[in-house]
């Protein structure tokens, strides 16, 4: 089940991604990024992102409901595993932000950043997880 639960973070945080950067992109035309209204498309596709993953694993847990809710040792641990990579991606979004604020950036690039970093995050502790299911992993 915590399988699913990485592949369905996956899948959600791309789509929410991809919609965010057509929506954002396909306002730009021939005018630059910084001019684009993207507060309202981030965090409808932040909300969105949210709900379809409740949603989804929702679906999952009664598609397979001897499965929801039983985590054993080896699912808590390649969740921390998964977690703690990811997690280095919202330190470097965050530094990333700190910089462009302090070079004084337009708050369009420092939103994105941030977004960006959250994404990498989920994607990359997802993809983490995932490995470990796959081909095992080692604790430290």
Known sequence: M????????????????????VVVLG????????????????LWTIGAAI???????IAAAIASPRDAGRKDQRDREIDR??????QS???IGGVAALVMAMAELDHFWIANAVYLAFVC???LGSIAKIAAYRWGFQAW
């Open 2 to 21: 915590e399988e699913k639960r990485a592949w369905i973070m996956v899948v959600v945080t791309i789509c929410a991604y991809a919609a965010y950067l």
């Open 51 to 57: 709900a379809a993953s409740i949603v989804l694993n």
């Open 89 to 91: 991606f919202v330190v």
């Open 27 to 42: 306002r730009a035309g021939s005018g630059p990024l910084v001019d684009v209204p993207y507060v309202a498309t981030l």
């Open 81 to 86: 595993f998964g977690e703690y990579i990811g």
């Open 121 to 123: 995050a989920s994607l």
